[in-house]
Structures are given as structure tokens and as C-alpha cells.
Antibody, heavy 120, light 113 residues
Framework: QVQLQESGPGLVKPSETLSLTCTVS????????WSWIRQPPGKGLEWIGL???????NYNPSLKSRVTISADTSKNQFSLKVTSVTAADTAVYYC??????????????WGQGTLVTVSS | DIVMTQSPDSLAVSLGERATINCRSS????????????LAWYQQKPGQPPKLLIY???TRESGVPERFSGSGSGTDFTLTISSLQAEDVAVYYC?????????FGGGTRVEIK
């Protein structure tokens, strides 16, 4: 059974960098694409970007200038960095697997999510 | 970007009655090469991540009750709960995976009348 777990600081100061890691168990990250998705409190879902099994990335243009997604295959983890954060970046951040091998698709499974608050 | 618009924003349905949620995309999510609709539906309960219900617009995920069904093609899609149960109270989202950026509808909240 594939499981994903997000980890990282729950509080980030404005203008600093948000960094999260998703640890995958039960599957190799080398087989699928892996996405980051966020949800501001009480609001809807926003796709941030993904990393392909090849290591290439694809970002949402709305965040592209501030986002980096990378992978560490030796640890079976992938990571998210968002620079120059503001209060608008406060959200629950989810990692998820794109279900079709090698390409973006629907998301399953999802991690439980981690709340990141941007505040001084 | 493909904009996904859901309606209604919320609905209240009596137990055992039918709930219908609509999702419209700003452009077709069919790939002519596959003739498939690149659309998924999710259910999200409070404090939980979204749960996959339907993909390819009408393929029910394993383990999802048969009362959940998806239909539609091109730009107009529907998620139907044929007989609403108490455990179906949640927010439902559609998502297109035809092209990036991957986008979601704004969500529809389903409650018990």
C-alpha cells in the first residue's frame, strides 16, 4: 500500500522560504509523477506543480517564479520549496501521486497534508 | 488554463434522495487520440485529504460505493449520488488532467436536508 507523508516547519516568516518534504513508502518515486497541491483554510484546491519520474518538473505558472520541486531517489522523497512567502501562501500542503505511470493525471493517493502558516 | 466551474456551490439533500453535482470546463477535456475525458472527481471530508472517487469521467475507483457515478463528455460533467447517505456529507471537487496547469473546480458542499 502506497503511503505519503509530508514533513516540514508549520510556521514560516514572511519573505522567507517554505520547505516541505514528502516521504513515499510502498512504491518507488522513479515510476510515477509526484505532485504538490495546496488548500488555503476554508478554500479550494490549487495544484502547485509536479516532478516527473525522469526528474523533469512542471509548475503552475501562477507560482512558477517562486517554486522548486526536487526529488531524492535514494531516500524515496520529493521536496517543495516556495520562496518569498506571504500570508497568501498559508495553506494545507498536500503531496500526491499522479496515478498514471510517467505522466500527469488524477491524484491517488494523497498525503494527510500539513498546515503551513506564514506569520511573523 | 482550463477553468473548472462547479455548480451549485452547496446543496442539501434528504437521506436516500439523489444528489447531482455539475462541473463545466472552459474547454474540452477529451483527447481525440484516446477519445477519453480527462476528468476526475474527489470527495473531501473535514480534516482529511481529498479521496478519489471517479476518473476518466465515469470510471469508479475500486472500493467506492456504487451509488457514486460520473457522467458527461467534452465540457459538461456530472457526479451523481443516487441515494445520499449520512457519510456522504462532504465537499466534492472535479479536476481536469487534460493539460497543465492541472486545475480543480471550486467545490460543492453536500449536506443533509
Amino acid at each position: 500500500q502506497v503511503q505519503l507523508q509530508e514533513s516540514g516547519p508549520g510556521l514560516v516568516k514572511p519573505s522567507e522560504t517554505l520547505s516541505l518534504t514528502c516521504t513515499v513508502s510502498g512504491d518507488s518515486i522513479s515510476r510515477y509523477c509526484w505532485s504538490w497541491i495546496r488548500q488555503p483554510p476554508g478554500k479550494g484546491l490549487e495544484w502547485i506543480g509536479l516532478i516527473y519520474n525522469t526528474g523533469n518538473t512542471n509548475y503552475n505558472p501562477s507560482l512558477k517564479s517562486r517554486v522548486t520541486i526536487s526529488a531524492d531517489t535514494s531516500k524515496n522523497q520529493f521536496s517543495l520549496k516556495v520562496t518569498s512567502v506571504t500570508a497568501a501562501d498559508t495553506a494545507v500542503y498536500y503531496c500526491a501521486r499522479d496515478r498514471m505511470a510517467g505522466t500527469f493525471s488524477w491524484f491517488d493517493p494523497w498525503g494527510q497534508g500539513t498546515l503551513v502558516t506564514v506569520s511573523s | 488554463d482550463i477553468v473548472m466551474t462547479q455548480s451549485p456551490d452547496s446543496l442539501a439533500v434528504s437521506l436516500g434522495e439523489r444528489a447531482t453535482i455539475n462541473c463545466r470546463s472552459s474547454q474540452s477535456v477529451i483527447y481525440t487520440s484516446t477519445t477519453r475525458n480527462y476528468l476526475a472527481w474527489y470527495q473531501q471530508k473535514p480534516g482529511q485529504p481529498p479521496k478519489l472517487l471517479i476518473y476518466w469521467a465515469s470510471t469508479r475507483e475500486s472500493g467506492v460505493p456504487e451509488r457514486f457515478s460520473g457522467s458527461g463528455s467534452g465540457t459538461d460533467f456530472t457526479l451523481t449520488i443516487s441515494s445520499l447517505q449520512a457519510e456522504d456529507v462532504a465537499v466534492y471537487y472535479c479536476q481536469q488532467y487534460h493539460s497543465t496547469p492541472l486545475t480543480f473546480g471550486g467545490g460543492t458542499r453536500v449536506e443533509i436536508k
